[in-house]
């Protein structure tokens, strides 16, 4: 007998079942085929013909060891650990304590949702007492509710037995009586009248309809419909198949923009759209004791809507359903706001109750609205009003609520558009799981002239050595680290790190840091990046997860990274974190592996993915595109990431200590509260502290140079301490302004850059501006031998030393505007450069590789730089000191740059013979 082979596994709809699905198929085709008696690898090679590709890559990159990949049990172990989700106990038995039986849910289907919601609960051999207290608990029929608790020797067994025997009572009941049972609406259809094509089309009245969700006939009820959940494959949109899909039908009418599924809720719709059913989560017609007073007893959408009646105007309480299609109202209401003014009109059709009992309405009327400015006409099903019960408020269908503007759905794009990137993540959440291994060895390079050392055992805590043992074993069974038994010519020490939650581990390599070869590469800073974040409005952080560690190393440099434990000597397989090289190695592979991809900034294991566009819609579709690119690059290479650590889709993050928005860079507000809560320095090093955290703020605060200035001078050799009132108040005044940083702007290249500096007796002070906004801020003091320079030298100066700062931002662009309230500056920078002073003269050299145009801007109009240069703050001075000696061959590229003949009181016929001579 041939047996068929199982369903390959699918990675589409609900892989929890599929993969489930797929298991019984495969153990039952193992028993049946015989092949259970065959060797282990065959049996394996079988089980991956049948996972399909989808699953098979999957299964490749969950990278089991080569132990684990010989065992079928170890594979299927592996996949279940990624297709099935963890349970949570306790949120398993809170969903099964909280299920009661649904409106229009039978018995056996109520009972099969408990089973199946008690199978992830983990109650054992109680389970059946728990199904059976939960059915007495969650049944709807008080009647039998009753009959049940008073049983006092009931089992499941009994109670399912009289459940289902009252169940087909009230059934038999009905039917006897020739009516439904008064339910309350859960849905009104309004349906037009088709005319009949055949005689017998009136006997089809009493069957059931198909669900238009998944084409099949069942309980109108969402947790009934297959469907439900799923996405069709011709539009993309959930909760129906492609079977039944209307999206391409000539005849189909738009759905708009409400026709979004919720969770189960009540609503009217118009049938004769494209979509049938929809569970979406409108708001029951609540009652009323009188017209204009609610008794609200849930959460309803009410508003109250100016209804026109001739010349006069009333007020109604109307009850907006976003789920609904058309607009119902009673016929009492009718006639207490209208009177016989308005005529009802007949009209051809059918309301469909959720349950399936149909309602006739007696007509329809036209009625001129308005609501806060907006004005309509809405056309309104009326329906005979029930005489028990009080008068309900008119219902406000979707199209009605967006045409008088009551409705809006600005929250609802906004969480699609974080439902995307979620998706995404879903997609390559292999990406996310293992440790990452990318192709090739790394080689470490030692200098021949430096001695191997082993470094003397460093001893482990005692109450410290189960935690690092257990450790140490983690790491060798992730493969990080591997025992060494052999000889090895460096060994260095470990370093234990023990925090609240875990312990790490870490290399002491002290010695093999002096003796390693760097290879240097390039880190990008904060500043350097600026320019590329302009236009940009959305912003993800993902995190290599294990950083380092997704490098390897050959054996050779391997043996290098050998230290001690009270176990034994154990070296590293993959790159260590402590190595001087580890930095320069891994962000250069990473710019390997990420090369070509725009929109994204690599800095170490701190991605930064930017979604830049003209409109929010835009951006997010840029930043879905590029998150998708790096996941597929990170997959192609096996590159990991952190998903705890994940920042995503995000108006602003924290990126390499800064907070990165679209309106511009902000300042961090840890370090400004680390600034506001430092206690004052007690000693030089702690003055050093304060000052190093205070010029982190520089770029950002143009008013932090001259309050710093009492402590930065006790900063200096040969100083004695002595923290005094000023010093005090200087504490005081910077932790006051720290907390009012602006926002800088983002570089654009394409727009007009302006550079403000000015000098003043004391320091030198410079801004990059454009659109008026500040891009950064810059100051220095002036060193001892510039203090002697004439004034129009130090505004020159400032000149300097606002080009050379700002220099990654003004080389190679066009025009730069250099703002200076020294007018005499103005007119030297227009004439030839030998007619300038020596010392100017040297100033004017350097700046020749910039494109600058010295204006004179009034002194009063330059706040920003002249507090610089009064205010400033400690830099480094060697970026523009003018020291008679300078680098030859630097001073030779910028005499090269420049026309020295132009400037020569000399002939053309004299220049030619100099030419020949020489």
């Given at each position: 007998?041939?047996?068929?082979?199982?369903?390959?596994?699918?990675?589409?709809?609900?892989?929890?079942?599929?993969?489930?699905?797929?298991?019984?198929?495969?153990?039952?085709?193992?028993?049946?085929?015989?092949?259970?008696?065959?060797?282990?690898?065959?049996?394996?090679?079988?089980?991956?013909?049948?996972?399909?590709?989808?699953?098979?890559?999957?299964?490749?990159?969950?990278?089991?060891?080569?132990?684990?990949?010989?065992?079928?049990?170890?594979?299927?172990?592996?996949?279940?650990?990624?297709?099935?989700?963890?349970?949570?106990?306790?949120?398993?038995?809170?969903?099964?304590?909280?299920?009661?039986?649904?409106?229009?849910?039978?018995?056996?289907?109520?009972?099969?949702?408990?089973?199946?919601?008690?199978?992830?609960?983990?109650?054992?051999?109680?389970?059946?007492?728990?199904?059976?207290?939960?059915?007495?608990?969650?049944?709807?029929?008080e009647d039998t509710k009753k009959q049940l608790i008073s049983n006092s020797k009931l089992d499941l067994s009994m109670a399912i037995d009289i459940c289902r025997a009252?169940?087909?009572?009230?059934?038999?009941?009905?039917?006897?009586?020739?009516?439904?049972?008064?339910?309350?609406?859960?849905?009104?259809?309004?349906?037009?009248?088709?005319?009949?094509?055949?005689?017998?089309?009136?006997?089809?009245?009493?069957?059931?309809?198909?669900?238009?969700?998944?084409?099949?006939?069942?309980?109108?009820?969402?947790?009934?419909?297959?469907?439900?959940?799923?996405?069709?494959?011709?539009?993309?949109?959930?909760?129906?198949?492609?079977?039944?899909?209307?999206?391409?039908?000539?005849?189909?009418?738009?759905?708009?923009?409400?026709?979004?599924?919720?969770?189960?809720?009540?609503?009217?719709?118009?049938?004769?759209?494209?979509?049938?059913?929809?569970?979406?989560?409108?708001?029951?017609?609540?009652?009323?004791?009188?017209?204009?007073?609610?008794?609200?007893?849930?959460?309803?959408?009410?508003?109250?809507?100016?209804?026109?009646?001739?010349?006069?105007?009333?007020?109604?309480?109307?009850?907006?359903?976003?789920?609904?299609?058309?607009?119902?109202?009673?016929?009492?209401?009718?006639?207490?706001?209208?009177?016989?003014?308005?005529?009802?009109?007949?009209?051809?059709?059918?309301?469909?109750?959720?349950?399936?009992?149909?309602?006739?309405?007696?007509?329809?009327?036209?009625?001129?609205?308005?609501?806060?400015?907006?004005?309509?006409?809405?056309?309104?099903?009326?329906?005979?009003?029930?005489?028990?019960?009080?008068?309900?408020?008119?219902?406000?269908?979707?199209?009605?609520?967006?045409?008088?503007?009551?409705?809006?759905?600005?929250?609802?794009?906004?969480?699609?558009?974080?439902?995307?990137?979620?998706?995404?993540?879903?997609?390559?959440?292999?990406?996310?799981?293992?440790?990452?291994?990318?192709?090739?060895?790394?080689?470490?390079?030692?200098?021949?002239?430096?001695?191997?050392?082993?470094?003397?055992?460093?001893?482990?805590?005692?109450?410290?050595?189960?935690?690092?043992?257990?450790?140490?074993?983690?790491?060798?069974?992730?493969?990080?680290?591997?025992?060494?038994?052999?000889?090895?010519?460096?060994?260095?020490?470990?370093?234990?790190?023990?925090?609240?939650?875990?312990?790490?581990?870490?290399?002491?390599?002290?010695?093999?840091?002096?003796?390693?070869?760097?290879?240097?590469?390039?880190?990008?800073?904060?500043?350097?990046?600026?320019?590329?974040?302009?236009?940009?409005?959305?912003?993800?952080?993902?995190?290599?997860?294990?950083?380092?560690?997704?490098?390897?190393?050959?054996?050779?440099?391997?043996?290098?990274?050998?230290?001690?434990?009270?176990?034994?000597?154990?070296?590293?397989?993959?790159?260590?974190?402590?190595?001087?090289?580890?930095?320069?190695?891994?962000?250069?592979?990473?710019?390997?592996?990420?090369?070509?991809?725009?929109?994204?900034?690599?800095?170490?294991?701190?991605?930064?993915?930017?979604?830049?566009?003209?409109?929010?819609?835009?951006?997010?579709?840029?930043?879905?595109?590029?998150?998708?690119?790096?996941?597929?690059?990170?997959?192609?290479?096996?590159?990991?990431?952190?998903?705890?650590?994940?920042?995503?889709?995000?108006?602003?993050?924290?990126?390499?200590?800064?907070?990165?928005?679209?309106?511009?860079?902000?300042?961090?507000?840890?370090?400004v509260k680390a600034i506001r809560e430092m206690k004052d320095p007690s000693d030089i090093t702690q003055a050093k502290s304060f000052v190093g955290l205070v010029t982190?703020?520089?770029?950002?605060?143009?008013?932090?140079?001259?309050?710093?200035?009492?402590?930065?001078?006790?900063?200096?050799?040969?100083?004695?301490?002595?923290?005094?009132?000023?010093?005090?108040?200087?504490?005081?005044?910077?932790?006051?302004?720290?907390s009012k940083a602006p926002i800088l702007a983002y570089f654009d290249p394409s727009k007009q850059i302006t550079l403000q500096s000015d000098a003043s007796s004391k320091?030198?002070?410079?801004?990059?501006?454009?659109?008026?906004?500040?891009?950064?801020?810059?100051?220095?003091?002036?060193?001892?031998?510039?203090?002697?320079?004439?004034?129009?030298?130090?505004?020159?100066?400032?000149?300097?030393?606002?080009?050379?700062?700002?220099?990654?931002?003004?080389?190679?662009?066009?025009?730069?505007?250099?703002?200076?309230?020294?007018?005499?500056?103005?007119?030297?920078?227009?004439?030839?450069?030998?007619?300038?002073?020596?010392?100017?003269?040297?100033?004017?050299?350097?700046?020749?590789?910039?494109?600058?145009?010295?204006?004179?801007?009034?002194?009063?109009?330059?706040?920003?730089?002249?507090?610089?240069?009064?205010?400033?703050?400690?830099?480094?001075?060697?970026?523009?000191?003018?020291?008679?000696?300078?680098?030859?061959?630097?001073?030779?590229?910028?005499?090269?740059?420049?026309?020295?003949?132009?400037?020569?009181?000399?002939?053309?016929?004299?220049?030619?013979?100099?030419?020949?001579?020489?």
């Amino acid at each position: 007998m041939s047996i068929p082979l199982p369903t390959r596994m699918s990675t589409t709809g609900n892989q929890v079942d599929n993969w489930r699905y797929f298991k019984d198929e495969w153990s039952n085709y193992l028993i049946a085929s015989g092949l259970k008696d065959k060797g282990e690898e065959v049996i394996i090679a079988t089980f991956k013909c049948l996972l399909g590709r989808e699953t098979s890559q999957i299964l490749n990159n969950l990278k089991l060891s080569v132990e684990q990949a010989k065992s079928l049990d170890e594979i299927e172990k592996a996949l279940d650990g990624y297709f099935l989700p963890k349970i949570n106990i306790i949120y398993e038995r809170y969903l099964f304590g909280s299920a009661v039986q649904n409106e229009t849910e039978s018995i056996d289907q109520y009972v099969s949702r408990l089973r199946k919601l008690c199978s992830a609960c983990d109650y054992k051999t109680v389970e059946d007492e728990m199904i059976r207290d939960r059915l007495v608990l969650g049944i709807r029929d008080e009647d039998t509710k009753k009959q049940l608790i008073s049983n006092s020797k009931l089992d499941l067994s009994m109670a399912i037995d009289i459940c289902r025997a009252n169940e087909l009572a009230d059934r038999q009941l009905r039917s006897m009586q020739g009516k439904s049972s008064a339910e309350p609406v859960n849905k009104m259809t309004h349906k037009r009248n088709i005319p009949n094509k055949s005689k017998g089309s009136n006997s089809q009245k009493g069957k059931e309809v198909p669900c238009k969700y998944c084409g099949k006939i069942h309980v109108h009820d969402r947790n009934s419909c297959p469907a439900y959940g799923k996405t069709c494959r011709k539009c993309g949109k959930l909760n129906h198949f492609d079977s039944v899909c209307g999206s391409f039908r000539s005849n189909s009418k738009p759905k708009g923009k409400f026709n979004k599924r919720r969770s189960h809720v009540r609503q009217v719709e118009d049938e004769s759209s494209s979509e049938g059913e929809y569970f979406s989560e409108a708001f029951k017609l609540e009652e009323v004791n009188s017209f204009g007073h609610k008794q609200a007893k849930k959460r309803v959408w009410v508003t109250s809507l100016d209804f026109f009646v001739g010349k006069l105007v009333k007020s109604v309480d109307c009850q907006l359903d976003s789920g609904a299609t058309v607009n119902v109202i009673e016929s009492n209401l009718v006639k207490q706001i209208f009177g016989k003014k308005l005529e009802i009109k007949p009209c051809s059709t059918t309301i469909r109750c959720f349950g399936g009992s149909l309602i006739t309405p007696i007509g329809e009327l036209s009625v001129h609205v308005a609501s806060k400015g907006a004005r309509c006409t809405l056309k309104f099903l009326v329906v005979e009003s029930d005489k028990t019960t009080s008068a309900q408020m008119p219902l406000i269908s979707a199209a009605s609520c967006e045409q008088l503007g009551l409705v809006k759905l600005t929250e609802v794009k906004l969480m699609e558009t974080s439902s995307n990137a979620e998706a995404i993540l879903h997609r390559y959440r292999d990406v996310f799981t293992g440790i990452g291994c990318l192709e090739g060895e790394c080689s470490l390079n030692v200098d021949p002239t430096v001695l191997p050392i082993k470094q003397k055992p460093r001893r482990i805590p005692v109450p410290l050595r189960n935690e690092v043992k257990a450790k140490l074993d983690e790491l060798v069974e992730k493969g990080i680290i591997i025992k060494e038994t052999g000889p090895t010519d460096w060994i260095s020490n470990l370093v234990v790190v023990k925090t609240p939650r875990k312990l790490r581990l870490c290399l002491d390599p002290l010695f093999l840091n002096q003796a390693l070869l760097r290879t240097e590469y390039e880190i990008p800073t904060i500043e350097s990046i600026m320019p590329e974040l302009n236009g940009a409005r959305y912003f993800s952080v993902v995190d290599t997860k294990d950083g380092f560690w997704n490098v390897k190393l050959d054996m050779k440099s391997s043996k290098l990274t050998t230290f001690w434990t009270p176990f034994g000597r154990f070296r590293f397989l993959r790159l260590p974190f402590g190595l001087v090289v580890s930095s320069d190695v891994y962000q250069c592979r990473l710019h390997e592996i990420f090369s070509g991809i725009q929109d994204i900034i690599v800095i170490q294991d701190d991605i930064l993915i930017i979604g830049r566009g003209n409109t929010d819609q835009e951006a997010s579709k840029n930043h879905d595109r590029v998150l998708e690119k790096l996941l597929e690059r990170a997959r192609q290479a096996n590159l990991k990431f952190n998903k705890d650590k994940i920042k995503l889709k995000k108006r602003e993050v924290k990126y390499m200590g800064h907070i990165v928005s679209k309106d511009g860079l902000k300042v961090d507000p840890d370090k400004v509260k680390a600034i506001r809560e430092m206690k004052d320095p007690s000693d030089i090093t702690q003055a050093k502290s304060f000052v190093g955290l205070v010029t982190y703020l520089s770029k950002f605060v143009p008013h932090l140079s001259s309050l710093c200035d009492p402590i930065r001078k006790l900063t200096k050799k040969n100083q004695e301490w002595e923290w005094g009132e000023d010093q005090k108040r200087a504490v005081e005044a910077i932790k006051a302004i720290v907390s009012k940083a602006p926002i800088l702007a983002y570089f654009d290249p394409s727009k007009q850059i302006t550079l403000q500096s000015d000098a003043s007796s004391k320091g030198l002070g410079a801004v990059i501006l454009q659109d008026g906004r500040p891009v950064a801020y810059a100051s220095r003091s002036l060193t001892k031998s510039e203090h002697n320079f004439a004034q129009i030298e130090k505004e020159c100066l400032s000149i300097l030393f606002a080009c050379e700062r700002f220099s990654q931002y003004i080389v190679g662009c066009g025009k730069v505007i250099a703002e200076t309230d020294h007018r005499p500056l103005e007119t030297i920078f227009k004439k030839s450069l030998l007619e300038a002073p020596t010392r100017l003269q040297r100033m004017m050299l350097r700046l020749q590789r910039y494109n600058l145009e010295v204006k004179f801007i009034s002194g009063s109009k330059m706040h920003i730089a002249d507090a610089l240069s009064r205010m400033q703050l400690t830099e480094t001075h060697q970026e523009t000191r003018l020291d008679e000696v300078y680098v030859a061959d630097t001073i030779h590229q910028e005499l090269e740059s420049m026309k020295i003949a132009d400037s020569l009181n000399i002939t053309q016929s004299s220049l030619e013979r100099v030419r020949t001579e020489t």
